[in-house]
């Protein structure tokens, strides 16, 4: 386990994850302000073996955890945390049925916790502009707008947030 929240556990994927990991990855509408592309299983799969293998190495920057639904043990979702040398970038995405439950505030708030333990300086998070529940979660938890752009990926209105920890 990496951390926890009331409701859930951020741990580890693990290969026992595909399915979910598949559902949540082939989902248009899960995916429309992130890539916008879904894959197929196997391209799923591929992709999960390689997340789970970053675990391993030393300089390791970008992390990508599973998000458990502690009542069930569910898969829900996922908590990226990407460093790129200059900000260290927050990310989540959720299976759908499991929208609007709160979730994505909880683990927010779980994340900005566990960086300040592991000593982050600040967090960004970048929201395309029609994902207004991304926003108001980030903005919610006190992230400052710095910066609006057209993403280069989605060609979408993009805003970046910080938190200073």
């Not at 391993?56 to 992390?63: M, R, S, T, V």
């Not at 908590?79 to 994505?104: M, P, Q, S």
């Not at 927010?108 to 029609?130: A, Q, S």
Request: aromatic share 12%; net charge negative; glycine share 4%.
């Amino acid at each position: 386990m990496i951390f926890e929240t009331e409701r859930a556990l951020i741990r580890k994927l693990t290969l026992e994850d595909l399915e979910p990991f598949h559902q949540l990855e082939s989902n248009s509408n899960v995916l429309k302000y992130a890539t916008g592309e879904v894959k197929n299983l196997e391209e799923n799969k591929t992709e999960l073996l390689d997340l789970i293998s970053r675990y391993q190495k030393h300089y390791n920057d970008f992390w990508i955890y599973a998000i458990e639904r502690k009542s069930d043990k569910q898969f829900i979702g996922t908590l990226a945390l990407v460093k790129d040398g200059i900000d260290d970038e927050i990310g989540y995405r959720f299976l759908e049925k499991y929208w609007r439950n709160g979730y994505g505030f909880e683990v927010c708030e779980g994340t900005i916790n566990y960086c300040k333990k592991i000593n982050f300086k600040k967090l960004v998070g970048y929201v395309v502009d029609e994902n207004k529940a991304s926003a108001k979660i980030l903005e919610k938890l006190n992230f400052k707008i710095v910066k609006k752009f057209i993403s280069e990926d989605l060609e979408l209105p993009e805003t970046k947030y910080e938190l200073i920890l």
